[in-house]
């Protein structure tokens, strides 16, 4: 689906750590974990227990597990909108994501230089959020100047000016774009046809110490305020613990991670948070041959999840056939929940829910 999500930073906060970790974990996950697109893009598969469940069922002899792309982008300096460290290549790579996963450093190491001299989540926070908030007030200069000149020859111009204005006043007082009170056609045309880099959703990914993993710490604590503020998501992680969970065999990781009193890994929060943080579900297809795990929108129609398929299939769209995982999984068989009454056939209006197993139907 081109669904991605830019892990973001200042220097030497564990940014590329992490993404040393997600590159590390999928490269060992059997045959379709992993594939790097670029040297700072990596897709990870989504651990999913569903899967196990329905391969067990049908006896399938592949496995296709939902992914996400993580993208590692160039570290941030204070200035970057003016073009100090690597700003530019930053905020033109935040420009391409959907979604930002924004590592803070929460942990004291006299042996890791930060780059502000301290460790101050607040602080750092506010560096990134402020250099997006003035690459965007550049893109919305040149926005109302187009609009502006363009308004004194079309009158229909006025009102894309005016929008642009109260966008533009907006940012001038330190606030996101994705904050901004506006209506659903004025949200067409900021969510569009702007790109604006502070209208992306955020997760706040603090980075501790091992030690701290299951505890926090008042660092931790510091993001955390200010995600509920912005009704972001938080995630805790150790880089570090990641980089070695990566490196160990498969066999060896739940075992390490019980060690520390974590039931999955941190990589594994980030990966599922990032799929919540971009809205998305993950449907199936399921037989002896395969099972394959697809992902959607929220809110998506029938027809959308079979175009994700193949173009063809929303094209021709004609039905779905649904069933829901947990009646699957308690009745044991297809025949069983068909003879319960419990598969479903679904038209065009039908919206897809997570954990739909789906047999489409359609026109050549």
Known sequence: MGFNCGIVGLPNVGKSTLFNAITAAGAEAANY??????????????????????????????????????????????????????????????????AIAHVVRCFDDPNVIHVDGSVNP???????????????????????????????????????ADFFQKVKDHLATGRLARYVDVTNDEEKILLRDMHLLTNKPVMYVCNVHEKEISTGNRYVEEVREIAAKEGAKTVVVSAAVEAEVAELPKEDRAGFLE?????????????????????LITFFTAGPKEVHAWTVRKGAMAPEAA????????????????????????????????????MHVEGKEYVMEDGDICHFLFNV
């Open 33 to 98: 974990p992993f594939c790097t697109i670029e040297p700072n893009v990596g897709v990870v598969l989504v651990a999913d227990e569903r899967i196990d469940q329905l391969v067990s069922l049908y006896n399938s002899q592949k496995i296709v597990p939902s992914s996400i792309e993580f993208v590692d982008i160039a570290g941030l300096v204070k200035g970057a909108s003016k073009g100090e460290g690597l700003g530019n290549q930053f905020l033109n790579h935040i420009r391409d994501v959907d």
């Open 122 to 160: 607040k602080r750092d926070i506010e560096v990134i959020e402020t250099e997006l908030i003035l690459k965007d007030m550049e893109t919305i200069e040149k926005k109302l100047q187009d609009a502006e000149r363009r308004a004194k020859s079309d009158k229909k111009a006025k009102p894309e």
């Open 259 to 279: 060690g520390l009193g974590l039931k999955e890994s941190g990589l594994q929060q980030v990966v599922r948070e990032g799929m919540d943080l971009l809205g």
């Open 307 to 342: 175009g994700v398929i193949h173009t063809d299939f929303e094209k021709g769209f004609i039905r779905a056939e649904i069933m829901k995982c947990p009646d699957l999984f308690r009745l044991k068989s297809e025949a069983a929940v068909k003879s319960a009454g419990l």
